[in-house]
């Protein structure tokens, strides 16, 4: 091995080291994160620290990529394991996989869907990782269309078919603008239910992870996920 894949393979240990400190300030300082005081329990001067993280900012780049990857990737292990034919199946299983990443690591969820941070702009490079999860959203509604099992008039929970609200106008713009970018085969009205359900699902899981269901749902708090994703499942027109 030469000196420099020696230096590479210490900076990528070192960075992985720092990154993993700063996890676990998460869970006791949440994003108040200090560089700091990760090189005080790394047993390194600041300034060494430094060298792989400019500012607390990269550090907060890095540990949001990271998470948003890591529930990228669970929710998509969950999602392939599901026929493809299997629309609501798919649904569920992407539901469960963010919820059972989010119990996991409530931390680091706090830090993508929490509180933004004071002071703190996300960079472009956090957008990529950032819609993986959606990615899958929009998958799912782009094969329903292809297979004709999700329509345009897919009625509303209590409503008789065709009957759903109209998207308002001025929304109608933006959902084309969406549409056009990620998913040019889905009607806009589609694309209006599946984004209310996506945001439902998240809704949940924060309010679970929140400590909103204290003594309200104690304990069939995955039940009522499964059927608040069954609720906007009936909403999108999933069968």
């Not at 300030?25 to 620290?49: D, I, K, Y």
């Not at 990529?128 to 999860?133: C, D, E, L």
């Not at 345009?152 to 970018?181: F, H, N, Q, Y």
Request: proline share 5%; hydrophobic share 45%.
């Amino acid at each position: 091995m030469t000196a420099k894949n020696i230096r590479a393979r210490v900076r990528d240990e070192l960075t992985s080291e720092i990154k993993a400190i700063a996890r676990r300030q998460l869970a006791t300082e949440g994003a108040n994160l200090s560089l700091r005081a990760v090189a005080r329990e790394l047993g390194m001067v600041s300034s060494a620290v430094y060298r792989y993280f400019p500012s607390r900012d990269d550090l907060l780049t890095a540990l949001i990529i990271d998470c948003y990857d890591e529930l990228g990737a669970a929710a998509e292990t969950a999602e392939a394991a599901v026929d493809r034919a299997d629309l609501l199946g798919r649904w569920l299983a992407t539901g469960h996989g963010i919820r059972d990443w989010a119990l996991a690591n409530p931390a680091e969820y706090a830090l993508i869907y929490g509180s933004p941070v004071p002071g703190y702009k996300a960079p472009e490079t956090t957008v990529g990782p950032a819609t993986r999860t959606t990615d899958l959203l929009l998958g799912l509604l782009a094969d329903g269309v292809a297979t004709g099992a999700l329509v345009a008039d897919a009625a509303e929970p209590g409503r008789a078919a065709g009957t759903a609200p109209p998207v308002p106008v001025e929304l109608g713009a933006e959902l084309d603008r969406i549409a056009a970018a990620a998913c040019p085969t889905v009607p806009r009205e589609i694309l209006a239910r599946g984004l209310t359900g996506w945001i439902q699902m998240f809704g949940v899981v924060t309010f679970e992870l929140f400590g909103r269901f204290q003594n309200m749902i104690e304990d069939s708090r995955r039940a009522f996920h499964d059927h608040q994703l069954r609720v906007m499942a009936g909403y999108i027109g999933l069968r």
